[in-house]
């Protein structure tokens, strides 16, 4: 298994609450991403980051932001919770490999989810 | 903009079973597809994958033929287990510098003993 840790694994916050979770990996992968699941939407990409201090938005990134200061950990903010924040959270990794016309897409290994209840 | 279409489910059958789970697909380029399953109370597992047109991926039983012609990525299993139980996704990334997915929006098995 891929090292991958989230934390915490479950929290429940009030509306209004700034809110922190940490996804910390082992692998020295270069890329790192957010998802949030939903029941009949799958796994929808919030944020990414393809490098240290480099990150991108998903579909689905209002109200979150991301910060990635070293290789091993992605952080991933609600600034103000709300009820639609209400989800399960996986945090994810994967390596490219090659570059420029050779590079070719790796798999994405997952972490176990931190399951997050907005009141 | 990409996207994938996979059966609704949940998908009840007893065991021994053959499985189906349709999964279709669109994506400008030539993406490569994945099927990752999902156990209770944990994440998302690589199950299999293609990469280019024709390509075949198995793993534990289950197999899927990345077919361009009808945009197509259907998972089959000839003989289901109760412990096959589970929830699973198509997903395609369309080798973008990200590796970014798209997924589908899960197809849940049941297996009865």
């Known amino acids: 298994d891929a090292g991958i840790t989230q934390s915490p694994r479950h929290k429940v916050t009030e509306t209004g609450t700034p809110v922190t979770l940490r996804c910390h990996q082992t692998?020295?992968?270069?890329?790192m991403y957010w998802y949030r699941q939903d029941p009949g939407h799958g796994l929808r990409l919030i944020h990414y980051?393809?490098?240290?201090?480099?990150?991108d938005k998903g579909e689905v990134s209002d109200g979150y932001s991301v910060s990635r200061s070293k290789t091993e950990d992605f952080l991933l903010t609600l600034e103000s919770a709300t009820s639609s924040q209400t989800s399960v959270y996986f945090c994810?990794?994967?390596?490219?490999?090659?570059?420029?016309?050779?590079?070719?897409?790796?798999?994405?290994?997952f972490g176990p989810g931190t399951r997050l209840t907005v009141l | 903009g990409d996207s994938v279409t996979q059966m609704e489910g949940p998908v009840t059958l007893s065991e021994e079973a053959f499985l189906t789970i349709n999964c279709t697909y669109t994506?400008?380029?030539?993406?490569?597809l994945f099927w990752y399953v999902q156990y209770p109370g944990e994440g998302l597992q690589l199950l299999l994958k293609?990469?280019?047109?024709?390509d075949k991926g198995s793993n534990k039983g289950f197999e899927a033929t990345y077919r361009k012609e009808t945009t197509s990525f259907h998972l089959e299993k000839g003989s289901v287990q109760v412990s096959d139980s589970a929830v699973y996704f198509c997903?395609?990334?369309?080798?973008?510098?990200?590796?970014?997915?798209?997924f589908g929006g899960g197809t849940r098995l049941m297996v009865k003993p």
């Open positions: 994810a990794i994967s390596e490219s490999k090659g570059s420029g016309l050779a590079a070719s897409t790796d798999t994405q290994y």
């Open positions: 692998e020295n992968h270069r890329y």
């Open positions: 980051s393809y490098g240290v201090k480099d990150t």
């Open positions: 994506a400008t380029g030539y993406p490569s």
């Open positions: 293609a990469t280019k047109a024709d």
């Open positions: 997903a395609l990334s369309d080798n973008n510098a990200g590796n970014m997915l798209t």
